[in-house]
């Protein structure tokens, strides 16, 4: 089975300081792991993914995220937070060798406070 | 370059009642997918198909039913609405199932 873990509902940054949105999953085998963000009354948008190689994944809008499979983690990170950076992070996880279909974490929001 | 369209963009429904929600991309991927996002709960899949004429079913099929009849179409329908399925469902696509996802901006369903 796949699962994801996103184990804050909430993150309160300072505009300016460095921001962690964390993620854990579960999987059978080696994961696919994505990154998307959802502002206000939008859908889903593409910020990184992991599919195979360096385990540092750099992405849109200055994010990143590390992919470490000791801890089954990916957390998303940005060096600089901004204001126009509070949104929903979801993380989503599918296993390569089993199913089709990706499952997605609960999302945590972010708010960056200026 | 529209991407991923949805219609409509809100609704209320009475119980019993049905509806067809309406997506179309135009950047000719073979696989689309339905979810409901419920607060707390993430994204669940509802339906999903893996290219024109398919479909299968997701996380949460129960009390939808779908059609792909055309590739750029992926229609998803309550056939009897239920306060259960009041909700904001997403329509998205993708070129395939390992690559990033496309989404619509959203149905905000409410079932009185």
């Known amino acids: 089975a796949q699962s994801v873990a996103q184990p804050e509902d909430q993150v309160n940054v300072a505009e300016g300081n460095p921001l962690t949105v964390k993620c854990t999953y579960s999987?059978?085998?080696?994961?696919?792991l994505f990154w998307y963000v959802q502002y206000p009354n939008r859908g889903l948008q593409f910020l990184l993914k992991y599919i195979t190689g360096d385990n540092l994944v750099k992405g849109s809008y200055g994010f990143e995220a590390e992919f470490n499979k000791s801890q089954t983690s990916f957390h998303l990170k940005k060096p600089s937070a901004l204001v126009s950076d509070s949104a929903l992070y979801f993380c989503?996880?599918?296993?390569?060798?089993?199913?089709?279909?990706?499952?997605f974490g609960p999302g945590t929001r972010l708010s960056v406070l200026p | 370059n529209a991407g991923v369209t949805q219609t409509p963009k809100f609704r209320v429904l009475k119980t019993g009642q049905s509806m067809t929600l309406l997506c179309a991309q135009d950047m000719n991927h073979e696989y689309m997918y339905w979810y409901r996002q419920d607060p707390g709960m993430g994204l669940r899949l509802i339906h999903y198909?893996?290219?024109?004429?398919?479909?299968a079913k997701g996380e949460v099929p129960d009390g939808y039913n779908v059609s792909r009849l055309k590739k750029q179409n992926f229609l998803l329908g309550l056939e009897s609405a239920a306060p259960s399925q009041t909700s904001v469902y997403f329509c998205a696509s993708s070129y395939s199932p390992y690559n990033e996802q496309f989404f619509g901006p959203g149905t905000r369903l409410t079932v009185l």
């Open positions: 999987v059978s085998g080696n994961p696919y």
């Open positions: 989503a996880v599918r296993d390569r060798s089993y199913g089709q279909n990706f499952v």
């Open positions: 198909s893996v290219g024109e004429g398919t479909t």
